[in-house]
């Protein structure tokens, strides 16, 4: 009795933390859905990104790895497209500068083609886990002087994975996290997941 008790009262409080979640991340307007400043989004990205082949202003396109939901209602479901633009693209030098990439996200496409404003770029504050290169974790996070230190990829087996060795994920005063490498090249492979902070509210219509 006493177990079924106990068992029952951790289900409804894991309910209710559910819920608290969903109302925390998105909250109802009367001509749509608002989510939040500094919420987080998980995307995958679609668009193979280099340092070396990539410059500014070049464009992107991420989706949601998983759907956005309100209660019982889908506000923005699993796919949908999150565009964005590369900020900056430096290549290595040798005596200069390290390879770096620097992305911005600036735009949702909703299922019905309307697209609508969205600031937001890299978090920062995620540390390591900003980042995942072909579904492998990256490890070995040390924060230095307010940036993370990122090091080898979990379960590389190619050799030219070895050029992601070295990652660093650098603060950039108001815009989001930097993308740099001690190796010759930032690559981002189509597949990668990336953790992205909104930098102000969004506002999804109904």
């Not at 290595?92 to 500068?97: A, K, P, T, Y």
Request: hydrophobic share 40%; proline share 3%.
């Amino acid at each position: 009795m006493k177990k079924t008790l106990v068992y029952s009262v951790i289900v409804i409080m894991t309910f209710l933390c559910g819920c608290e979640q969903f109302t925390d991340m998105v909250q109802e307007m009367p001509d749509g859905y608002q989510m939040q400043k500094d919420k987080n989004l998980i995307v995958v990205l679609q668009t193979a990104l280099s340092s070396n082949s990539n410059k500014r202003g070049d464009s992107f396109v991420t989706e949601l790895k998983e759907p956005i939901v309100f209660k019982d209602k889908t506000v923005l479901p699993k796919n949908t497209q999150i565009k964005g633009l590369v900020k900056r693209a430096t290549k290595f030098e040798r005596l200069g500068d390290r390879a770096n990439l620097l992305l911005l996200f600036d735009q949702v496409v909703l299922p019905d083609g309307k697209k609508i404003p969205l600031a937001a770029s890299l978090d920062t504050n995620e540390g390591s886990k900003v980042i995942k290169i072909e579904g492998k974790a990256v490890k070995d996070a040390t924060i230095i002087g307010g940036s993370a230190l990122v090091g080898s990829l979990a379960g590389r087996s190619r050799s030219e994975e070895g050029a992601q060795q070295g990652l660093l994920v650098g603060a950039v005063a108001g815009t989001g996290a930097v993308l740099l490498s001690n190796a010759m090249e930032v690559k981002l492979p189509q597949g990668t997941e990336l953790i992205i902070k909104l930098d102000e509210m969004l506002l999804i219509p109904k």
